[in-house]
């Protein structure tokens, strides 16, 4: 059973705005790092934005900074990415990840999180 289920995705114009959630189960929610990824089509997987377990502190990239927001709510075991001011190039599939006590050194890269979603699709029209 996957502990990660995304939800939120859909089709929006460019300007639009969307919110990505992702709920956990099985997890200590409260001890996992949380982060967010997306591949689009011909592309490898990236980095898009993260929050530390302890939730204050979060990191997004460039590409997204000023846009997007990563937020978590751990009475509900749920991370959020709202996404404003969106542009055809986030069209994506948006995955998030989980693992736990992930440190803001390594919560960039992929390949340190354990545990991943299904992914949700984000398809922003010009």
């Known amino acids: 059973q996957v502990p990660l289920v995304e939800s939120g995705g859909g089709l929006v114009q460019a300007g639009g705005s969307l919110r990505v959630s992702c709920v956990t189960s099985?997890?200590?929610?409260?001890?996992?790092?949380m982060g967010w990824f997306r591949q689009a089509p011909g592309k490898e997987r990236e980095f898009v934005a993260a929050?530390?377990?302890?939730?204050?502190?979060?990191k997004y990239a460039d590409s997204v900074k000023g846009r997007f927001t990563v937020s978590r709510e751990n009475a509900k075991n749920t991370v959020y990415l709202q996404m404003n001011t969106l542009k055809p190039e986030d069209t994506a599939i948006y995955y998030c990840a989980a693992d736990r006590l992930l440190s803001s050194a390594r919560y960039t890269v992929p390949q340190n999180y354990k545990y991943w979603g299904q992914g949700t699709q984000v398809t922003v029209s010009s």
């Open positions: 929050i530390l377990w302890t939730g204050d502190r979060t």
């Open positions: 099985g997890l200590a929610f409260d001890t996992y790092t």
